[in-house]
């Protein structure tokens, strides 16, 4: 099911959604004009290593806190491939305009990156001894997707079945299929994949983003409507 678009109101200018987007866009066409060599070292310099972080915290020796750390934040601006980037970037100008009305624009990019970390750490804990870097903002717009379920259930969303048709879908449809689809997927790749040091989707960095998206949306408190409406 592919969304096109919801028809939740917002009553401000989504700026950090659209900086998203751009920042996200810009270093994508920088990783296309690498070549592969190059890109390769980027992606293992500025991507999320999960045994990198699980080593620190283990206490092993020879581990950089600043290179086991600061990817969990860099690995957010970087994709795998146009697919990658435009899916991405299109759920979140769809949903995130909303979150950010309701949270205001520093909050919620504190909530996007706090989403983000969430996700790595989820992708961590399953798969603590790869070697592979994770990249995407997948984890982040997870979080954005689960705080939607909760804030705007009843917000209609069309919806393309591809080869098929258009529909209308409550979003705490939509977007409940799509978690249960990333867990299920997530604990499938667990099993077919256990012990393998292998790449893909990390699709427990998505259920671990939209959990942290439904915890943090309920802790962190709405934007003051005079500010929200426009009336001072």
């Known amino acids: 099911m592919i969304p096109i678009r919801d028809d939740q109101p917002r ?22 004009a690498l070549d592969p060599s190059s890109l390769t070292g980027l992606l293992y310099e500025f991507g999320m290593i999960p045994s990198h972080v699980a080593g620190l915290v283990s206490g092993a020796h020879g581990i950089n806190p600043t290179v086991a750390l600061v990817p969990m934040f860099t690995s957010m601006f970087l994709h795998g491939s146009w697919m990658h980037v435009i899916g991405n970037m299109w759920f979140l100008w769809i ?8 949270l205001g624009h520093f909050k919620y990019l504190a909530f996007y990156l706090g989403s983000g970390v969430a996700a790595a750490l989820a992708q961590i804990v399953v798969n603590p001894f790869s070697t592979v870097p994770n990249v995407g903002a997948s984890g982040a717009i997870a979080g954005v997707l689960g705080a939607y379920f909760i804030l705007y259930p009843k917000a209609r969303v069309l919806t393309w079945f591809p080869l098929f048709f258009f529909f209308h879908l409550p979003a705490w449809v939509m977007l409940g299929y799509w978690f249960v689809y990333q867990f299920l997927s997530g604990a499938a790749t667990s099993i077919t994949q256990a012990g393998e040091n292998s790449g893909g989707i990390a699709f427990w960095a998505h259920v671990g983003g939209f959990v942290a998206g439904i915890v943090l949306i309920k802790i962190i408190p709405e934007r003051p409507r005079r500010y929200r409406y426009g009336a001072w």
């Open 95 to 102: 949903f995130g305009d909303n979150i950010e009305d309701y």
């Open 11 to 32: 009553f401000s200018d989504p700026f950090v959604t659209y900086f998203l987007i751009a920042i996200n866009t810009v270093i994508f066409l920088l990783e296309w």
